[in-house]
Structure formats: C-alpha cells, structure tokens
C-alpha cells in the first residue's frame, strides 16, 4: 500500500461545478496535511493546509479531514478554467516526513 | 521580497559531468529539502537538511550530493554516478519553529542530460 494515494485522473468538470479531489494515507498518527496546485511546468504552490478533523474554508477551496477514515480532500467551488492543474496531496507523518501523493490532473471545461 | 530562488532554470550537460544546481531562500528557514520530478509522476525525495552543517538522505539519494554551509543556501550536485538524471528538480523550504511546517517550493531547474 502506498503511503499516500489521490484519485486517479483526469479529472474533468465544466466551468462553475464543484471539483472534488480525495487522498488517502497510511500511517495514522500523521500530524499535517496540505494541497498544492502545480500548473503545467511550473512548481508546486501552496493552497492550504489542515490538521484539525473537520472542514477548513478558504475562499473557493475547502479541505475536509476525517482521520479516522484516513482521508483527506479537497472541494473547489465555482470550479473556473485557471484551476485547470494537477493537484499535490501531502502528509506529514507521525515520524516526521512529509510524503507527496502522485497527484490528481484537473480539467475544468469551459 | 521573500522567496526561494533556483538557479538556472534550464540546464543542459553531457553525460558523464557533473553539475550543481543552485537553491538560495531569504525566508529564514530552517530546513531545505530536494526533490525530483519525472513527467507525470509526484515528488521524489533526494536530501534534506534541518540544520546548517547536516543533511539527510531522502529516498532516492544516489548520485546526488548536497552540502548546507550557510542558512539560505543547499546546493544539490548531480553527478556522473546518477544513471537517469534528466528530471525536473525542485527546492524547498520550512520553518520547522511554527505553523503547519508547510514547504514552499522555489520554481525549479529543469535539466536534461544527453
């Protein structure tokens, strides 16, 4: 089993819909979890992180936990055509490292 | 204005050199890391460093090396000994004294090697 996995894609939605992305982990006492956005031939860029169980809103993006489930996810709403992008799952585990998922490929169509 | 910053962004070599590959952040991180990244593929671990003067292994540490003489820097060497080195390589950073210890990455080197 893989430490941290993301649904495969791509992942395609129509302009204004809600995009949602789900990652799973392995080890669960891990501590952090945090999405990137990485636009094609450019690096990772932070959208937000949670470690709290429940939901954290940030303008369009919400992440959601549930550790108990081992499960974390990321909903965009008013899904728009700049979110087009592949989308970075990471945890931090319990020993400390923090561990990418391979990532999710989003297209939003216009 | 605070960041990270990579250098050079294309990278071109022959087989059997070596080369270095600049990571330099003014953000007061304690820790630096390297990664690598294969198309379509996720992130790859090569070396970390927490603290000036020490660095670890990541997962795939093999013909790289890495040194962290000063705070802001940790140049990553790939050398002849890397059997697949083309990749785009990516550096990051972390405050390991607060937050999340969240990791900004800088916008990387893309090297290829013929």
């Known amino acids: 089993q893989k430490e941290v996995e993301q649904n495969s894609g791509p992942l395609s939605v129509p302009e204004g819909a809600i995009a949602s992305l789900n990652c799973t982990y392995s080890?669960?006492?891990?501590?952090?979890f945090f999405w990137y956005r990485q636009y094609s031939g450019k690096s990772p860029e932070l959208i937000m992180f949670i470690y709290s169980n429940g939901d954290k809103e940030d303008g369009r993006f919400t992440a959601q936990l549930n550790k108990a489930s081992q499960y974390v996810s990321l909903l965009i709403r008013d899904s728009q055509p700049s979110d087009s992008a592949t989308y970075l799952c990471?945890?931090?585990?319990?020993?400390?490292?923090?561990?990418f998922g391979p990532g999710t490929s989003l297209s939003v169509i216009p | 204005d605070g960041g990270i910053t990579q250098s050079p962004k294309y990278l071109f070599r022959k087989e059997g050199q070596n080369v270095t590959l600049s990571c330099e952040q003014n953000l007061n991180h304690d820790a630096m890391y390297w990664y690598r990244q294969d198309p379509g593929q996720g992130l790859r671990l090569i070396y970390y460093?927490?603290?000036?003067?020490?660095?670890q292994k990541g997962d795939i540490a093999e013909g790289y090396s890495v040194s962290r003489e000063k705070k802001e820097s940790f140049p990553l060497t790939v050398t002849s000994a890397q059997k697949n080195p083309t990749a785009f390589y990516l550096c990051?950073?972390?405050?390991?004294?607060?937050?999340?210890?969240?990791?900004?990455f800088g916008p990387g080197t893309r090297l290829t090697v013929t």
């Open positions: 080890d669960r006492g891990s501590q952090s």
């Open positions: 990471a945890v931090k585990t319990s020993y400390d490292k923090v561990i």
């Open positions: 990051a950073s972390t405050s390991l004294s607060e937050g999340a210890h969240e990791q900004y």
């Open positions: 460093s927490q603290i000036v003067n020490d660095f």
